[in-house]
């Protein structure tokens, strides 16, 4: 019984290490961009959970979807192309091709040139490389007839598929990584880009809050007896963290733009009014 439960549990805490850590960096490169820390903003697990999806189902699939067309493919093939897998020309354009790709990945980590600088491009050589390795050598035993120090059960034999499966996995952590934080930074683009048009924000404070980044208006009502008399417009909510809220004018750009992370707290009262811009607000009637 603990044998079974040591099983599950396991698979299942890496699972969450895993959605949680993906989740994690596609909320650092988004909050990134409009040059927030995303530490101080207190997400929750489940914040890190919800946004790991983001930035998984795609790599995901296309796991998924290349596991199967490689293990039915193989069934596909038949025989005779199985037979040739042990052509010498092939197994050699195989190593020198894998080698390549290997060097092309690794070489990412100390330099970075046009070929191996694209979204996921290093860790996926690695991948194609090593996998070329393993069909070089695959059918090389196969034509000196299963020859070789790693066939069969032996200690050989697991060591290699236990590193094989080390250098894969890696390389998969790294390019999911990798995805996770352009996903990240690719969403924060695409809702700077549509700022203007999204609802803004009219905060309503019982105490000055001395906002000031560009595109902000503050507004001050003196009438008596107003529970708000300080309001704060051109401002657009990204998001409510915990008791934070992340605000931006709604004329940032990423060259001179300031983001606000107010607090919510019992010392200062806050009222928040959402509206399409140019449409009317009570603060326009101080």
Not at 31 to 51: A, I, P, Q
Not at 101 to 119: A, E, K, Q
Not at 138 to 154: E, F, L, M, S, V
Not at 207 to 221: A, R
Request: glycine fraction near 10%.
């Amino acid at each position: 019984m603990i044998g079974i439960a040591s099983q599950i549990v396991a698979p299942a805490t890496l699972v969450t290490a895993l959605l949680f850590y993906f989740g994690y960096r596609r909320i650092y490169w988004y909050f990134n961009h409009f040059g927030v820390s995303s530490t101080v903003l207190e997400f929750s697990n489940r914040d890190y959970f919800m946004r790991a999806v983001d930035g998984l189902y795609v790599p995901l699939g296309a796991i998924g979807v290349l596991g199967l067309t490689l293990m039915w493919g193989y069934v596909a093939l038949g025989r005779p192309a199985r037979v040739a897998a042990g052509s010498v020309w092939l197994q050699r354009l195989a190593v020198v091709s894998g080698l390549l790709l290997v060097f092309n990945g690794i070489s990412s980590l100390f330099w970075r040139t046009p070929l191996n600088r694209g979204l996921t491009v290093a860790p996926v050589c690695v991948i194609a490389g090593v996998l070329l390795l393993w069909f070089a050598t695959y059918g090389r035993r196969q034509r000196i007839g299963g020859r070789g120090p790693a066939r069969g059960p032996g200690a050989g034999a697991v060591a290699e598929w236990a590193l094989i499966f080390l250098v894969v996995g890696l390389s998969l952590f790294w390019a999911v990584d990798n995805y996770a934080a352009a996903v990240g930074r690719d969403r924060a683009e695409t809702f700077a880009s549509k700022l203007r048009s999204l609802p803004q924000v009219v905060i309503y404070s019982d105490k000055q809050l001395d906002l000031d980044p560009n595109g902000t208006k503050e507004i001050y009502c003196p009438a008596a007896g107003l529970a708000y008399p300080y309001r704060y417009e051109g401002l657009v909510l990204i998001l409510e963290a915990a008791s934070n809220y992340v605000l931006v004018p709604a004329s940032w750009t990423e060259k001179d733009g300031t983001a606000v992370v107010l607090p919510r707290d019992a010392t200062t009262a806050l009222r928040l009014e959402f509206a399409m811009p140019g449409a009317a607000t009570i603060a326009d009637k101080c």
